[in-house]
T-cell receptor, first 111, second 117 residues
Framework: SQQGEEDPQALSIQEGENATMNCSYK?????LQWYRQNSGRGLVHLIL?????REKHSGRLRVTLDTSKKSSSLLITASRAADTASYFC???????????FGTGTKLQVIP | GAVVSQHPSRVICKSGTSVKIECRSL??????MFWYRQFPKQSLMLMAT?????????EQGVEKDKFLINHASLTLSTLTVTSAHPEDSSFYIC?????????????FGPGTRLLVL
């Protein structure tokens, strides 16, 4: 079963708007990562947040982590058409850092 | 950042044949590699975890005799789909991690699209 479930499953916004995606997970984690996948392509690592961190920024990306609620959010500010992709959260646990992916959010940014 | 390559990027094969997919870490030593499978419009499902020089650990429901994984060196892991059938058609993605450097990030390959006719 999926460790992470993402919400919403699909999101369509206008260019320039902010996009927020949420991820919930079930077990304790070492870290949580967000990835982007363009249609039919590989994954691009966006950002990693550790279990002892609450917020992290990278460019137009802002990630929060609430371990008490077992949830994370990814905010993309001032979205661009090039941000159109599927976004996955992934949780890592254990010494080998086995990563389990969420169900993904398909983001469409309309120019 | 670290680069992971996969070869081939696409492969079409006949039912019953075996297909080998390579995953290489180009500029770092991959002490651990992971193999994922992704069906259309679905998320990635972890198939197995392999550590250099040891046997792969397969996830529940993944047949180890059907999906042979070899992690013979610190830069190369291979996944062989044996006696492939149409239901094995999928997007296979590997990732690699250099645990010895204490890095937590996994670097993903571009994926291999397998179509079994």
């Amino acid at each position: 079963s999926q460790q992470g479930e993402e919400d919403p499953q699909a999101l369509s916004i206008q260019e320039g708007e902010n996009a927020t995606m949420n991820c919930s997970y079930k077990t304790s984690i070492n870290n949580l990562q967000w990835y982007r996948q363009n249609s039919g392509r590989g994954l691009v690592h966006l950002i990693l947040i550790r279990s002892n961190e609450r917020e992290k920024h990278s460019g137009r990306l802002r990630v929060t982590l609430d371990t008490s609620k077992k949830s994370s959010s990814l905010l993309i500010t001032a979205s661009r058409a090039a941000d159109t992709a599927s976004y996955f959260c992934a949780t890592a646990l254990g010494g080998y850092q086995k990563v389990t992916f969420g169900t993904g959010t398909k983001l469409q940014v309309i120019p | 950042g670290a680069v992971v390559s996969q070869h081939p990027s696409r492969v079409i094969c006949k039912s019953g044949t075996s297909v080998k997919i390579e995953c290489r870490s180009l500029d770092f030593q991959a002490t651990t590699m992971f193999w994922y499978r992704q069906f259309p419009k679905q998320s990635l499902m972890l198939m197995a975890t392999s550590n250099e020089g040891s046997k792969a650990t397969y996830e529940q429901g993944v047949e180890k005799d059907k999906f042979l994984i070899n992690h013979a060196s610190l830069t190369l892991s291979t996944l062989t789909v044996t006696s492939a059938h149409p239901e094995d058609s999928s997007f296979y993605i590997c990732s690699a991690r250099d645990r010895s450097r204490g890095e937590e990030t996994q670097y993903f390959g571009p994926g291999t699209r397998l179509l079994v006719l």
